[in-house]
């Protein structure tokens, strides 16, 4: 029997169009958990959000109905619009504070962390995943490769990869992609961040990056839900208020989220 071979261009293309969509979901999160500038959110004020909310949505059909990710995709979207960047740079100071924040830190190791050899550790298997992609230190910006942009930024980039090795090589190179978000998702991100968007959206209490919490929180549910990966969630009580940055600034320093430089 013969495959129509553009019936098979048309499925990978398909899928390659859902997997950009899901990555620059990421890469916009990212952006949003960053200092507010207009460099970082002027996305979420054009044209191009709203195509991309019809783009995401569809991504999860037969795991999700996609009511909740609609509202929550909707609701940020608004209130970027009406909300001036000056506005919002004095409620993210507010909220994460001028030093880092016991209690919504960015820091994936301030969850569950106890002590600070212990986030060496973490800090280095997390680096590990960077360095097996070809991911190096920035030296323009650098930020802690457990902050939550950075993170994020990761796996922006996995999905983006996933996409291109799709298209070019087939479904054997993108699998390594795949394996690697499965991982990341497992062991790193969807361990801390469900309870660091309940803490960030409390501590906002409402407006903006209240909504960025739920639809932050709400889209790593869908991608877990999706790539059928489980993991142990941390709990409030997990929340590590002692464990602030006590290693020194080489061990505790990584890639910029917006600034990765591959070897």
């Known amino acids: 029997m013969e495959v129509d071979s553009s019936l098979l261009d048309q499925r990978v293309a398909s899928r390659v169009d859902d997997l ?22 002027s996305i979420l004020r054009s044209p191009d959000f709203q195509e991309h909310e019809k783009e995401l949505i569809p991504c999860y ?7 909740e990710l609609r509202r929550c995709l909707n609701e940020v979207r608004e209130l970027s619009r009406i909300t001036n960047i000056e506005s919002l740079q004095g409620v993210y100071q507010c909220v994460v504070g001028h030093t880092m924040s016991k209690e919504c830190p960015l820091y994936e190791t301030q969850y569950g962390a106890a002590h600070v050899y212990q986030q060496v550790h973490e800090l280095g298997d997390i ?7 070809g991911l190096d230190v920035s030296d323009i910006e650098k ?26 090589h087939g479904d054997e190179k993108s699998q390594i992609c795949v394996d690697a978000q499965k991982k990341f998702l497992k062991e790193h991100l969807g361990k801390w961040v469900p309870l660091f968007s309940v803490l960030f959206g409390r501590k906002a209490g409402e407006g903006f990056y209240c909504a960025v919490s739920a639809l932050t929180k709400e889209f790593l549910r869908l991608e877990m839900k999706l790539m059928d ?35």
């Not at 680096?127 to 992609?133: E, V």
């Open 20 to 41: 950009l969509a899901r990555s620059a979901m990421y890469q916009i999160l990212s952006a949003c958990f960053l200092y507010p500038a207009e460099k970082n959110l």
């Open 61 to 67: 059909e037969g795991v999700d109905d996609g009511a």
């Open 127 to 133: 680096q590990g995943f960077y360095k097996a992609f």
């Open 143 to 168: 930020e802690r490769c457990d902050h939550i942009s950075v993170e994020f930024e990761f796996m922006h980039f996995l999905l983006y990869k996933q996409a291109y090795a799709l298209e070019n």
């Open 229 to 263: 990966v489980k993991t142990e969630m941390y709990k409030e009580s997990d929340l590590n208020q002692e464990a602030v940055a006590g290693a020194s600034d080489e061990c505790l320093s990584c890639a910029s989220s917006e600034d990765f430089s591959e070897e």
